[in-house]
């Protein structure tokens, strides 16, 4: 069992930063790819990015790349995301996600947070 509690979410202006924290309860964190998916009002989850379980590989949705980065520390048991450059499109609700792979659709990962909002005005 994983427990996984987001922070770090919030309201700022188009162009500013916010990097958002996921910590895990448990020892097996490591044992875990992990993921980052958003929802905005009236549109389905989407995903963000992920990074393996080693932190050597990971992967972004076009509209983010080059602005957002996902990175874990298996010693603290936090997954982040670091973004940058944010844009009025990007509010939603973040939520963090484990899983045993990687996979774009949510039905494949097994454990979620319970997201934290990120707010951005033009």
């Known amino acids: 069992q994983v427990q996984l509690v987001e922070s770090g979410g919030g309201l700022v202006q188009a162009g500013g930063s916010l990097r958002l924290s996921c910590a895990a309860s448990?020892?097996?964190?490591?044992?875990?790819?992990m993921g980052w998916f958003r929802q905005a009002p009236g549109k389905v989850r989407e995903f963000v990015a992920a990074?393996?379980?080693?932190?050597?590989?990971?992967y972004y949705t076009d509209s983010v790349k080059g602005r957002f980065t996902i990175s874990r520390d298996n010693a603290k048991n936090t997954v982040y995301l670091q973004m940058n450059s944010l844009k009025p499109e990007d509010t939603a609700v973040y939520y963090c996600?484990?899983?045993?792979?990687?996979?774009?659709?949510?039905?494949?990962?097994?454990?979620w947070g319970q997201g934290t909002q990120v707010t951005v005005s033009s």
């Open positions: 996600a484990a899983g045993s792979g990687i996979y774009y659709s949510t039905e494949r990962w097994v454990y």
């Open positions: 990074i393996t379980i080693g932190g050597g590989r990971t």
């Open positions: 448990g020892r097996t964190f490591s044992s875990y790819t």
